[in-house]
């Protein structure tokens, strides 16, 4: 038999081809080799006209994909073996160069990939954005093929269009697969590829349980992550107290400024959005409530509510004066116990705020009380 180079890419039933490629598909899925073969040999190679269609089976088969990279996808290996004994290239790829590797390691096909290893397949192909296969493998959190990329010698942190395997890996949310790369040691967890990091990738997908494992094994939490902003920035705008805290817990520094010209501090983007409880939670993780910004702006100043009865951004401004009355007022104290004014004497009284936080659980009731806001409560109504 000649050899083929065979090509899904229609749901189309012609004169010519007196069956349909749903059928090969549903085939497939079940490994069926005996009615495959039946239905294969009727035909020299697939109909080349597209038809999206096919992607009501997977968003990956959007690009013409090629039998043997259907069969990857499915794990059919008698199927990929007969494939191979009648012509097919090991690495027939789709129209985005996506090799049947890819596929396999995009479903944790360990026993696939190395199917096509013994028969010479590349393994290191890339597609049309350099993706090797241990980037389709983070990003769908397959832990059996990144354990085998690992084992094998793989390149773990090659850089792809859009970006490493670790920052595919958090932007899904791939918990498994981002605590595997993290713990070789050999994944560059703060790299920024077009403006993005890990960092703001795992945010983004409100992936929070991996942060802990990525701050152990390197992440700077104190990294700029759009553009000037640090990660506190991005949170406090976002008006999430409780990640605000989460972050302040893992050592996220409330004193680092956007930039130093600008000097705009956390603490000044919580007061221009009037969230008095992230203001708190800034507070006692020892956030300075009287630095000026390059206009000489005070929190203070950028939290006054712009009518009088808006009562809500008027409690901002209010939580803020209480705690500027407290700052000068653990001053006063420091000041008459040391009988002095030391050098670090801002850093003395930040230390004491975050100490009473600890003591006393401020942050933490300030988050929990943010939570339990968040769920409605059908009070009783009074009676009249």
């Given at each position: 038999m000649n050899s083929i180079h065979p090509k899904l890419e229609t749901l189309m039933i012609t004169t010519r081809y007196p069956w349909e490629p749903i059928e090969i598909i549903e085939l497939i899925k079940r490994d069926n080799i005996e009615e495959f073969k039946k239905i294969y040999n009727?035909?020299?190679?697939?109909?080349?006209?597209?038809?999206?269609?096919?992607?009501?089976?997977?968003?990956?088969?959007?690009?013409?994909?090629?039998?043997?990279?259907?069969?990857?996808?499915?794990?059919?290996?008698?199927?990929?073996?007969?494939?191979?004994?009648?012509?097919?290239?090991?690495?027939?790829?789709?129209?985005?160069?996506?090799?049947?590797?890819?596929?396999?390691?995009?479903?944790?096909?360990v026993s696939f990939i190395i199917f096509l290893s013994s028969h010479g397949a590349d393994i290191n192909a890339t597609d049309i954005t350099n993706r090797l296969y241990i980037h389709w493998a983070a990003e769908n959190n397959c832990v059996k093929v990144l354990q085998y990329a690992i084992m094998s010698g793989a390149n773990i942190d090659a850089q792809a269009a859009?970006?490493?395997?670790?920052?595919?890996?958090?932007?899904?949310?791939?918990?498994?697969?981002?605590?595997i790369l993290a713990k070789t040691g050999k994944v560059n967890l703060n790299r920024i590829v077009h403006d993005r990091s890990p960092l703001l990738h795992v945010m983004n997908s409100s992936c929070l349980e991996a942060l802990p494992i990525l701050f152990e094994y390197g992440m700077d939490i104190n990294q700029n992550i759009v553009g000037n902003w640090t990660a506190l920035h991005y949170v406090v705008r976002a008006g999430s107290p409780y990640v605000v805290g989460f972050l302040c817990k893992y050592g996220a520094n409330p004193n680092i400024p956007l930039d130093k010209s600008y000097k705009w501090f956390p603490m000044h983007v919580a007061a221009q959005e009037h969230h008095s409880k992230i203001i708190t939670i800034l507070y006692y993780n020892g956030s300075l409530i009287h630095s000026l910004t390059h206009a000489k702006n005070s929190p203070f100043t950028l939290s006054k509510p712009y009518h009088k009865r808006d009562n809500q951004y008027g409690k901002a401004s209010i939580t803020i004066r209480n705690y500027v009355i407290d700052f000068f007022a653990r001053s006063i104290l420091l000041m008459f116990l040391t009988e002095q004014i030391p050098s670090n004497f801002e850093e003395m009284v930040t230390k004491s705020t975050k100490k009473y936080n600890m003591e006393m659980g401020v942050v933490k009731e300030a988050m929990v009380t943010y939570e339990m806001n968040k769920i409605p409560v059908n009070k009783p109504k009074k009676d009249v």
């Open positions: 009727t035909a020299e190679q697939l109909p080349d006209s597209v038809n999206n269609s096919l992607t009501q089976y997977s968003a990956m088969f959007n690009k013409s994909p090629t039998v043997l990279c259907i069969a990857a996808y499915y794990n059919a290996l008698q199927i990929a073996d007969y494939l191979l004994q009648i012509g097919v290239l090991p690495d027939d790829a789709d129209q985005f160069f996506r090799a049947p590797v890819h596929f396999a390691a995009m479903m944790d096909h859009d970006g490493c395997p670790i920052h595919l890996a958090c932007k899904t949310g791939s918990f498994r697969a981002i605590e």
